[in-house]
């Protein structure tokens, strides 16, 4: 069978294609043609409607091949776009790192300003007062140094910091932990660096008055620190069994500049400051913690 496509022209001088099936019918001998039949079928809608299909399917293609393209190039500005924020972000956090590194530095050529002022001094009360300042530095040199070797260069957690600071008044004061222990139970607790500065002091402040005047002579004790977070508010707890306060003593209105420093920096830090009594002195602070990223 033979199969034939053969455009034809109408009587309404249109032009058809029919789709023409013939076969010839031979004798027995396989040699003589006795008869032929043939068969036509018009096929020009057919063949409109798969012309057709075919120019839908080069029309999606082409439209898939644009937007392919179109999100391709999309794709790659947004990673150069990203690259350019992640150059600038690392740029920033380099330039933040160094400035936590120089202020620390130029802290500590203060610091060491004031040992070689209090060693030319012969005055005891001079050398206290100079060795009070000195330490205050200290304390807000260490904040510079923690954000300086954090991850996040904005945030410190105040656990590790007071545990250190703590462990430097000891040396700084000669107490022997084994006649005053110190004593932590601290939440990690991230605080950026505007808490963390009035904090050290407050915290720098009330640990040096407790290794000053609580533990008198061959007097042993313990010095306990602890802080938790309970919804956005901060509760420290710096205590001591050491001899306590004197019922009169005024801590809050007195002549003493380390208590009037710590009731100025918990005003600053929006908070409040109780003395509890009992053996020994206890101050319970709490204050809000403010939100950084990264917190946690």
């Given at each position: 069978m033979e199969t034939t496509e053969i455009p034809i022209l109408t009587i309404s001088g249109e032009v058809r294609t029919v789709l023409w099936n013939s076969a010839t019918l031979f004798d027995e001998d396989g040699k003589t043609v006795i008869a032929t039949i043939a068969q036509g079928q018009d096929i020009t809608d057919r063949n409109r409607a798969l012309n057709e299909l075919e120019q839908l399917n080069t029309n999606l293609e082409r439209i898939v091949q644009d937007r392919t393209h179109a999100l391709n190039e999309e794709i790659q500005q947004r990673k150069h776009a990203e690259a350019a924020i992640q150059?600038?972000?690392?740029?920033?956090?380099?330039?933040?790192?160094?400035?936590?590194?120089?202020?620390?530095?130029?802290?500590?050529?203060?610091?060491?300003?004031?040992?070689?002022?209090?060693?030319?001094?012969?005055?005891?009360?001079?050398?206290?007062?100079?060795?009070?300042?000195?330490?205050?530095?200290?304390?807000?040199?260490?904040?510079?140094?923690?954000?300086?070797?954090?991850?996040?260069?904005?945030?410190?957690?105040?656990?590790?910091?007071?545990?250190?600071?703590?462990?430097?008044?000891?040396?700084?004061?000669?107490?022997?932990?084994?006649?005053?222990?110190?004593?932590t139970d601290m939440e990690k607790i991230l605080l950026d660096i505007d808490t963390a500065i009035p904090l050290g002091l407050i915290i720098n402040e009330l640990i040096s008055n407790a290794l000053s005047h609580a533990f008198p002579g061959d007097r042993t004790g313990t010095i306990t620190i602890s802080s938790h977070l309970t919804g956005d508010m901060v509760s420290l707890v710096i205590a001591d069994d050491g001899v306590g306060m004197s019922p009169d003593y005024d801590w809050e209105g007195g002549a003493s500049l380390g208590f009037r420093l710590v009731n100025s920096l918990i005003d600053q830090l929006g908070g409040t400051i109780e003395k509890k009594a009992g053996p020994g002195t206890t101050f319970n602070i709490l204050f809000p913690r403010k939100t950084t990223a990264g917190s946690v």
């Open positions: 150059a600038s972000l690392d740029e920033k956090v380099l330039l933040l790192r160094e400035i936590h590194h120089r202020v620390n530095n130029n802290l500590q050529i203060i610091i060491s300003l004031i040992k070689l002022q209090t060693r030319s001094l012969e005055d005891a009360e001079m050398k206290q007062v100079l060795s009070g300042m000195r330490n205050r530095v200290q304390a807000m040199s260490l904040v510079h140094e923690k954000l300086y070797l954090s991850k996040s260069l904005s945030s410190i957690d105040i656990a590790d910091y007071t545990r250190f600071l703590a462990t430097q008044l000891f040396a700084f004061y000669g107490v022997d932990h084994r006649r005053v222990a110190l004593a």
